[in-house]
């Protein structure tokens, strides 16, 4: 094949991945979130956290597109991998609270470990405006570890 017809097709086919990057961009929903804690579950499996955590780091990247991004924490809840402050690694959140005392990553592990997965809704600051907003969580355990993205209401 022309390397000018496999160029056309490779950008036409591009278009797919483009529109719905830009989509999850501009709207992300619950779903989209849980579509990236499930590929990240994947590539935690694959590479290991070290591995994984590289790859979620990654901004803009496969598993951070806007406001959206994969975080991982122990069943200790502690930070694991988290995107948006990479020094936080290593911090223990279990006595963190949202801003109306909410104590979300305890509720973040109860859910992972009772179900395998979850939904966990709590008040975080948005990466892109910087407010305090209500973000619900998709939670998931994977290998002992508790990945998870959000969007914001």
């Not at 992300?28 to 979620?56: E, I, N, S, Y």
């Not at 279990?94 to 709590?122: P, W």
């Amino acid at each position: 094949m022309p390397r000018l017809v496999r160029v056309f097709w490779a950008v036409l086919l591009s278009f797919p991945l483009m529109a719905a990057a830009m989509s999850l961009e501009a709207n992300p929903t619950l779903t989209d979130a849980r579509a990236l804690v499930l590929k990240a579950a994947d590539d935690l499996t694959a590479k290991g956290l070290q591995g994984a955590c590289a790859d979620f780091l990654q901004k803009p990247g496969p598993y951070w597109v806007g406001e959206v991004y994969v975080f991982v924490l122990s069943q200790d809840g502690v930070w694991e991998c988290y995107p948006p402050k990479p020094s936080a690694a290593g911090l223990s959140l279990l006595s963190l609270t949202d801003v109306d005392g909410k104590a979300f990553v305890r509720e973040m592990i109860a859910t992972a470990q009772a179900h395998g997965e979850g939904v966990v809704d709590y008040k975080w600051k948005n990466p892109i405006n910087g407010l305090i907003q209500m973000k619900t969580s998709f939670v998931k355990m994977v290998n002992g570890h508790i990945l998870a993205a959000g969007v914001f209401k």
